[in-house]
């Protein structure tokens, strides 16, 4: 846990000690934000930036959203650390099956509970020791790739590449790089090459996690380089989202 000035950290290189540990710093602060987790897409509290600013997010949401019916039923779907489950509630009932994989506990409490009757199955683990005993039609991630540090990228993608079906697809969003996005009491580093940042609990605990903020065409580079093929676009302020099939 880290005391101090909000201010971007580069990664330092290749040193597993190092990323291991901000690796278990990540997944603890996530556990310990779920029961507060909702207000920064609903936009309350700290995450309040106005009605204007409000109704734009939730334009732009929907946005992705329509994009995401595009492929509607899903089939057999993976979603990882899909949280408080304010995807997975728009995604399972038109899925064949569906799987989450988050590391906490008390996110998957929370998902658990907004589904209700929904049948989805919850797996407590971490993604990149977790293996699946089957594969999926789709795999979704919300507000995940950018928590995957560049040195586990490639991994993250292999992978997604054998957990899907032949002609299965991933679908992803994220944050854009704006103020705007995140909490009035967080700063984002000026730097595009620092991969970690520091996040503030309503309770003012501060926590060091990875966040890139890709752009599309970044991220359609890397990905086409790895052997996918990406659609990736941007929403007009707020998101970075997309899809992603291995070419055939
Ligand atoms: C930014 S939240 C995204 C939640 C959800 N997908 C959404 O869009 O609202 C990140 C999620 O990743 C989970 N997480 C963190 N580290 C993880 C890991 N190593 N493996 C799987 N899930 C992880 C957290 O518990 C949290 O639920």
Redesign the pocket.
């Given at each position: 846990m880290l005391r101090g000035k909000p201010i971007g950290v580069r990664v330092p290189s290749a040193s597993s000690d190092y990323l291991d540990s901000a690796?278990a710093e990540?997944?603890y602060y996530?556990?310990q934000?779920?029961a507060e987790?909702d207000q920064w897409?609903l936009r309350k509290g700290r995450y309040d930036r106005g009605d204007e600013h409000t109704t734009q997010w939730f334009k732009e949401v929907e946005e992705v959203v329509a994009e995401l019916e595009t492929f509607s039923p899903y089939g057999d779907v993976l979603?990882?650390?899909?949280?408080?489950?304010?995807?997975t509630v728009r995604l399972a009932h038109k899925s064949k099956s569906y799987t989450v994989?988050?590391?906490?506990p008390e996110?998957i409490e929370i998902n658990r509970y907004r589904l209700g009757i929904t049948p989805v199955t919850y797996i407590e683990?971490?993604?990149?020791t977790?293996e699946p005993d089957k594969q999926y039609d789709f795999i979704f991630?919300?507000?995940?790739i950018s928590?995957v540090p560049s040195e586990r990228f490639q991994e993250f993608w292999d992978r997604l590449r054998s957990w899907l079906k032949p002609g299965g697809s991933v679908f992803f969003?994220d944050s854009a790089k704006t103020p705007m996005s995140t909490a009035v009491d967080h700063v984002l580093p000026d730097e595009d090459d620092c991969e970690t940042l520091v996040r503030k609990l309503n309770d003012g605990r501060e926590f060091k996690i990875f966040k890139i903020f890709y752009r599309p065409e970044e991220l359609t580079a890397k990905l086409e380089g790895l052997g996918w093929e990406p659609r990736i676009m941007q929403t007009e302020n707020c998101f970075m989202y997309g899809s992603a099939h291995t070419k055939a």
């Amino acid at each position: 846990m880290l005391r101090g000035k909000p201010i971007g950290v580069r990664v330092p290189s290749a040193s597993s000690d190092y990323l291991d540990s901000a690796w278990a710093e990540q997944i603890y602060y996530y556990r310990q934000r779920a029961a507060e987790y909702d207000q920064w897409f609903l936009r309350k509290g700290r995450y309040d930036r106005g009605d204007e600013h409000t109704t734009q997010w939730f334009k732009e949401v929907e946005e992705v959203v329509a994009e995401l019916e595009t492929f509607s039923p899903y089939g057999d779907v993976l979603e990882i650390a899909g949280g408080t489950g304010l995807w997975t509630v728009r995604l399972a009932h038109k899925s064949k099956s569906y799987t989450v994989v988050d590391t906490s506990p008390e996110m998957i409490e929370i998902n658990r509970y907004r589904l209700g009757i929904t049948p989805v199955t919850y797996i407590e683990h971490d993604v990149f020791t977790f293996e699946p005993d089957k594969q999926y039609d789709f795999i979704f991630f919300g507000f995940w790739i950018s928590h995957v540090p560049s040195e586990r990228f490639q991994e993250f993608w292999d992978r997604l590449r054998s957990w899907l079906k032949p002609g299965g697809s991933v679908f992803f969003l994220d944050s854009a790089k704006t103020p705007m996005s995140t909490a009035v009491d967080h700063v984002l580093p000026d730097e595009d090459d620092c991969e970690t940042l520091v996040r503030k609990l309503n309770d003012g605990r501060e926590f060091k996690i990875f966040k890139i903020f890709y752009r599309p065409e970044e991220l359609t580079a890397k990905l086409e380089g790895l052997g996918w093929e990406p659609r990736i676009m941007q929403t007009e302020n707020c998101f970075m989202y997309g899809s992603a099939h291995t070419k055939a």
